[in-house]
């Protein structure tokens, strides 16, 4: 899992399918099939996760972010369209 962005509105963290913990035992089946993003929403308390084309769209979109940095108001604009397929409420694991 890497922190990707985090503001006083939003937190993008990449979460990376089977990795490794340094110090846990291997699962004994995998607990995520592919890679994903999760978007959380601070305002609402909501966060939806991105997987599929989903995270490939996502994914797309960072990579121009790195060609073309952008302001932090581009960047809240941006996840601000995603925060509408924001629906589970933020719960502590």
């Given amino acids: 899992m890497e922190l990707l962005y985090e503001s006083e ?8 399918a089977n990795a490794p913990e340094d110090l846990a035992p291997p699962p004994v089946t995998p607990e995520l099939a592919r890679h ?8 609402s308390g909501k966060q939806v996760y991105l997987d599929g084309s989903w995270a490939e ?6 990579n121009g972010w790195k060609k073309d940095i952008p302001t932090q108001e581009e960047v809240e604009d941006a996840l601000e369209g995603y925060s509408g ?5 933020v719960s502590l694991h």
Avoid: C, N, W
Wanted: a neutral charge.
């Fill in 57 to 62: 769209m996502f994914q797309e979109r960072l």
């Fill in 85 to 89: 397929l924001a629906t589970t409420p």
């Fill in 36 to 43: 994903g993003y999760e978007i959380v929403d601070k305002r």
């Fill in 9 to 16: 509105s939003f937190a993008v963290v990449q979460i990376h």
